[in-house]
């Protein structure tokens, strides 16, 4: 078997701190830790290329709370084509405006302001989100489909949390502009 290839590397403070920690909780050796950490990283490597950093955090922070799904864009438009042809469609948006009261508590509490809140419904993929100038944004959706379902969120989210926005209709856009944040 042939010896394996020995490095010697440099590490500030901060990489020094996490590496040993890291080392101690997974009680594997130094080279086991290295080893390990460059292969997740040049299998994952795309992630890291492509996703911010916090929508990636973000997403593993729903999903492994159980409380998100992910849903195939196909299923999304489904449910919505479905539920505004159903004769009773006034109940599910009764109950979906009291589901966006429920997130507005839970928001309040983690003390969100209106961009958080925008980029984690960004993170849902319910829209692209652009941010413009002096508290303006707009919402690019998938889908026309969406804008009532987008809509009702966002109002209800943000005036449970004494937010004040103007939201304006466009053609698969909304567009937003904060009043008042946190």
Known sequence: MKAPERITIALDEETARLFKKMK??????????????????????????????KKV???????????????????WLLFLNFVE???????????????????????????????????????CNLFKLSKGQNGEFTLVLSSDLAKKFVKLEVEEIFKGMGLVVEIKEDFGKLRLKVIHDL
């Open 85 to 123: 042809s159903h004769p009773d469609r006034e109940k599910f948006w009764g109950l979906h405006r009291e589901v966006c009261q429920a997130h507005a508590e839970q928001f309040k509490h983690k003390l969100f302001n209106a961009e958080s809140i925008l980029r984690r419904l960004e993170a």
């Open 57 to 75: 955090y973000t997403h593993a922070e729903m999903l492994s709370a159980g409380e998100h799904v992910i849903l195939d864009i196909d299923h």
């Open 24 to 53: 101690e909780e997974m009680g594997i050796s130094q080279s086991e830790l290295m080893r390990e950490s460059l292969k997740f990283y040049g299998k994952h490597r795309s992630l890291f290329d492509f996703v911010e950093d």
